[in-house]
């Protein structure tokens, strides 16, 4: 009985004392109580946040004037193309009952009358050079002496090339060609028409030969190896994308692939993709990387691909006690209860509220009471702003939920920071270091189109929002 009666006084006393804390509660007293919850506070735990890496691929783009190329070619196309001097048989018909043949001696020349022109259009090279011809023909014998007769046209020598890129780097123009009459040049004998096209196209022809062979090794003569090998190197230069924070971008090529040939009314590009990785680091730059040699071509691409970096947005804690205080003061307060002093930071993923609760007459820090809220991070990444979500106590405290349940409710619906801005101008600063000039006559030309989220980091300084900022990023030599 005895031990019966033990139970029941202590069921008594434990009611008595749910009702005590209870009644304390409503009447604002939780402050006095002498339980802390100091001791249930969350250890900090920040996220480690190594460098940002992403796959990402870079174009490089070797252009070359085809005006340049043009001249370089047309100094081995010579004035003269061809000279004529043969004898044909140029009557050859009844006179009366007799049968006339005789023959004529014929002799003139082809000359090239202006440069060699050429334009690009997809993947083709068009050139052109035009020619002028001027023949005469006399009769060869005494008896056909007074047969004499002359003519002259124009052609315009054209040509096609389908430039390739071989695997040993050299390139390749692989010709046809052909010319055309915009006269035909046509000897007049006696009423007879002799066409004279047959005895200069073979020595023009011949000549057009001789241009291609020269046309080929002028286009070797570009090293695209060497222009390609340079690029490759600059490619391994750290960037800065930013100087407030200091952003650096460190990439590091790994395979390069043919993404074709290109040409347009002035330049020949040839295209190639540099596949590897792209790295960015919030600091001190860190060490270059040490550029590999150009490796062999890969697969070949039917274009270079999108180039994708990450971008951190950092977010202090500091603003977000700012903002935290801002929602706390339009709170009203609960049987004279307030926040005092608010304290944020990192805890395994989670990011925790401090909150320090006082009442009238409650002195230094260790009056009242302090209680932790943990909560996770929402990203709006298209409105670019930062809420809480999931908000709650850290521990269960069913005696304090009066007075914590309208102030989670406040900060769950009131707090949201705007990162727009800081994204815009990191943003704008990444598109402005990524255009700039190389060395040995060579540019990079980079643009950031858009960004969309990636994580969301918690170390120990403050938020950081990474983005996966996407556009293209371009390594030229020539025009």
């Known amino acids: ?121 997809g993947d083709r090279v068009y050139g052109s050079v035009p020619i002028h ?15 004499h007769g002359e003519t002259e046209a124009s052609a315009t020598v054209e040509a096609e090339a389908r430039p390739e890129l071989g695997r040993d780097w050299s390139l390749d123009l692989n010709f046809s060609d052909g010319f055309r009459w915009s006269e035909p040049p046509i000897l007049h004998v006696l009423g007879r028409e002799i066409p004279l096209a047959k005895y200069a196209e073979p020595r023009i022809r011949a000549q057009l030969a001789h241009v291609r062979s020269r046309a080929l090794a002028a286009a070797r003569r570009l090293d695209l190896h060497d222009k390609a090998a340079t690029a490759w190197r600059h490619a391994f230069e750290p960037i800065q994308l930013s100087d407030s924070p200091q952003v650096w971008l460190q990439l590091t090529p790994q395979s390069a692939a043919f993404a074709g040939v290109r040409a347009d009314s002035h330049v020949l590009r040839g295209s190639l993709e540099f596949a590897g990785r792209a790295e960015t680091s919030v600091g001190q730059s860190a060490p270059a990387a040490t550029a590999t040699a150009l490796p062999a071509f890969g697969h070949d691409v039917s274009g270079p691909g999108a180039f994708d970096v990450i971008l951190p947005i950092r977010i202090g804690y500091d603003v977000l006690k700012d903002k935290i205080n801002e929602a706390l003061a339009a709170v009203t307060p609960i049987a004279g209860m307030s926040v005092g002093d608010v304290d944020v930071y990192p805890s395994s993923g989670k990011l925790i509220i401090g909150l320090h609760l006082t009442k009238a007459g409650d002195v ?75 060395k040995d006559g060579y540019r990079m030309e980079g643009h950031l189109a858009s960004a969309k989220l990636e994580k969301v980091y918690l170390p120990a300084d403050g938020v950081v929002i990474a983005l996966r900022a996407t556009g293209a990023l371009e390594i030229l030599y020539g025009m």
């Open 1 to 121: 009985m005895a031990f019966i009666s033990a139970v029941r006084v202590t069921a008594r006393t434990i009611r008595f004392d749910r009702w005590a804390r209870a009644a304390l509660a409503a009447f604002g007293l939780v402050g006095l109580c002498s339980v802390s919850f100091a001791a249930d506070k969350p250890a900090l735990a920040p996220d480690t946040v190594a460098q940002f890496s992403t796959d990402s691929r870079i174009s490089a783009t070797i252009e070359f004037g085809l005006p340049a190329l043009a001249e370089e070619i047309g100094k081995d196309i010579p004035r003269r193309l061809a000279t004529i001097d043969d004898r044909v048989n140029c009557v050859h018909r009844r006179v009366l009952i007799f049968r006339v043949n005789a023959n004529c001696d014929v002799w003139g020349y082809v000359e090239r009358t202006g440069p060699v022109s050429l334009y690009g259009r």
């Open 133 to 147: 011809g001027a023949l005469e023909g006399q009769g060869a014998n005494r008896f056909t002496a007074r047969i």
């Open 364 to 438: 230094g820090a260790n009056g009242g009471q302090r209680f932790y809220l943990s909560g996770a991070l929402q990203v709006d990444a298209d409105g670019h702003a930062v809420h809480l979500s999931d908000l709650g106590l850290t521990t269960d405290n069913a005696d304090i939920n009066d007075v914590i349940t309208p102030i989670i409710a406040q900060l769950r619906d009131k707090i949201s920071v705007d990162y727009d801005v800081a994204y815009q101008n990191l943003l704008n600063a990444a598109n402005d270091k990524l255009t700039r000039r190389l």
